[in-house]
Each structure stands twice: as C-alpha cells, then as structure tokens.
C-alpha cells in the first residue's frame, strides 16, 4: 500500500515508517526541520505544515492509498510558548488533510492524545467527554472534533505517553533523563501521576493493523496493558541503564501545585474496542522497556 506518513521524523512517524516498508508497504514521508534519512521512507519530503494548503498539494501530488498524520507540536510546554503555530499544526492542518481525505476518499489516521482529558475520572472510555487541563489538550480536542466532521470515515487514536528510541536521541522520556543527568540534574518524578504508557512500536504496530481496516472509523483508544506512575517509570529506566535511583527523586503533585494544576493526574485509557477489533496484544511495561538503547550522543560521552 503506498502510505503517506507526516511527523516521518518523529518519535511515532520514524518506528511507523520502519515496520510499514519492512512489511512491504511503500512510505512517503513528510518532515519538518530533518535533514538526515529516515529508516524505512521511500519518499522523503521537507514541508512546513503549519500551512494548511500542504495538506492538498501531498495529496494530489503522492496519491495515497492511506494517510497516517502523525506530525504534531506534540509538547504541552512548545503549544503555550508558540500557540498561534502549535494552532496550525495540531488544528488547522489536520483539519485540511480530513477536507482532502474525505473528498479523495482515502482512508485518513490522525493521532491524538490522553491530554484531551482532565485525569480525574479514570479509566477514560474513547466515548466519554473531554476536558483538557492544557492548549496541548485544548488543541488536540478541537483537531479530533474537526477532523471527524471533515472525514466520517477518519480514525483518530488517542495515545498515552509514549516511550521509544527517538531518531534525534533527545525525543523521549529516558533520552531526557539523559540529556539531565548529563548536565548533573536529578529528575523530579511524580508518585502520583499516572499514565498507561506504550512504545512508539506497539503504536506502530496498532496503525499498520488499523491502516488495513477502512471499516473503523470514529475514535479509539491504544495505550499499554498497565498505568505506572512516573516514579514507577524512571525507575524501570534506571533499572535498564544501571543507573544509580538517586539520579530520580520521588515528587508529589502536591509540591508543585501550579505546575500540577495543568497535568492531568491520571490518564489510564480503556482500549477496549480497539482491543476486540484489532486482537493485537497490548504491551507489558516490564517487557517494553528492555527495548531502550542508551542514545548515540550519551554514548559518545561514556555516559
Ligand atoms: N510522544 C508522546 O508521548 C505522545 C503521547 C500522546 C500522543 N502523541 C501524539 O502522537 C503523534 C506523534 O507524536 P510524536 O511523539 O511522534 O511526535 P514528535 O516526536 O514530537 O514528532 C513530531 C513530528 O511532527 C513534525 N512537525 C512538527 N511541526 C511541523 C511542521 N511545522 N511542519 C512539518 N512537520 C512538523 C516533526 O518534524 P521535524 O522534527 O522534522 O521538524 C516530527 O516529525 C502526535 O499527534 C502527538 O500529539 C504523542
């Protein structure tokens, strides 16, 4: 299947593009600021998708078969410090691409976040109502309603946190704690957030099976087969490196009320229908994170 991919240089994109052409699909993908190869990428296109008009040129242009739009400004704290640019890239642009899909009729995949809620109802069910605490959320909300009513036939995938070996080496959560540790910080972690985390592969895997199911359409939740608190996370990393836990500190949400106040406390996903559809196993934590590479940069500098 030729398969345009956005966010190809991204923490999902980049684990995507890779099983999907060693499973013999032909990937197109769209960066924004990468300049180096992508694994598993056909086609590799450098767009500025903060200009909705993209959305139609790619498509005329590539002719896909099935879009997967995994490009985001995918950080709470990148959204509040740019909110007109994280607006055109999480909402405007996705919105455009349903516009294009629906009327090419091509089966559309956009990716959205555990962030729409408000992390004090868990386990959130893909129908139940949204709430987001942030302009992340606020944005990811408003793309996932647009982008539905654009393209009924869409699928929108809420993901939890997301952990993985990224192409920059700086993207996920144990390349930060690195990027800490090599400036001689410790990293604060809360006992009392909670998230069912995942690895970008298991999202890579759930998409190349939902690629294939037109049928499913509407919204669906993907997320690991157990919530950890992000204590209980930076202690498996630390435990896959053989890193020292004084390097972590244990923090309640308590300590840093203002900071908490735009965090949802817990956001365990109920994945159920996706489940059944699907009948992917959902991951196992434990046996995820062995899957993490100490990245290039820290290894070069022996940490
Ligand atoms: N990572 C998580 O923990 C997480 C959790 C829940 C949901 N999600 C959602 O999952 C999806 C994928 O996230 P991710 O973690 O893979 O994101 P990511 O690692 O931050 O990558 C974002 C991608 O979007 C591209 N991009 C951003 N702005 C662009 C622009 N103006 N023009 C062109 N490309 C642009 C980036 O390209 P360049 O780097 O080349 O500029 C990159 O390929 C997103 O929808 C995100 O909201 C992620």
Redesign the pocket.
């Known amino acids: 299947m030729k398969i345009l991919l956005?966010?190809?240089?991204?923490?999902?994109?980049?684990a995507f593009a890779r099983l999907a052409s060693a499973s013999g699909h032909e990937v197109f993908g769209?960066?924004?600021?990468?300049s180096e190869i992508v694994f598993g990428v056909t086609g590799l296109l450098?767009?500025?998708?903060?200009d909705p008009a993209q959305a139609q040129a790619l498509v005329q242009g590539i002719h896909p078969a099935c879009i997967i739009?995994?490009?985001?400004?995918?950080?709470p704290a990148a959204c509040e410090a740019d909110p007109a640019?994280s607006q055109?890239?999480?909402v405007d642009f996705p919105v455009a691409l349903a516009v294009v899909a629906a009327q090419a009729r091509v089966r559309l995949i956009?990716?959205?976040?555990?962030?729409v809620f408000d992390g004090e109802s868990a386990p959130y069910r893909p129908g139940d109502a949204v709430r987001p605490l942030n302009l992340?959320g606020r944005q990811?909300a408003e793309a996932e309603a647009r982008v539905l009513a654009a393209d009924k036939h869409a699928a929108v995938v809420?993901?939890?946190?997301?952990?993985g070996n990224?192409l920059?080496g700086r993207?996920?959560v144990h390349e930060k704690f690195f990027e800490l540790w090599a400036a001689g910080k410790t990293a604060g972690l809360f006992v009392d957030e909670r998230r069912q985390v995942c690895s970008?592969a298991s999202?890579a895997a759930m998409l190349l099976a939902l690629a294939a199911r037109r049928d499913l359409h509407g919204i669906f939740h993907w997320a690991g087969a157990e919530s950890v608190s992000r204590h209980e996370m930076g202690q498996a990393i630390c435990r896959q490196f053989g890193v020292d836990e004084k390097w972590i500190r244990a923090q309640r949400r308590a300590e840093l009320p203002e900071f908490a106040a735009k965090r949802p406390r817990d956001l365990s996903l109920d994945c159920a229908p996706l489940d059944r559809e699907l009948g992917l196993p959902r991951e196992k934590f434990a046996e995820a994170i062995t899957q993490l590479v100490r990245p290039a940069w820290a290894r070069e500098l022996e940490l």
């Open positions: 956005t966010g190809a240089s991204g923490l999902v994109g980049s769209v960066v924004g600021r990468w450098a767009r500025d998708l903060s739009n995994a490009a985001a400004i995918s950080e640019r055109q890239v999480n956009h990716l959205s976040s555990e962030q992340y990811k809420r993901l939890p946190l997301l952990f990224s920059t993207r996920s970008a999202v």
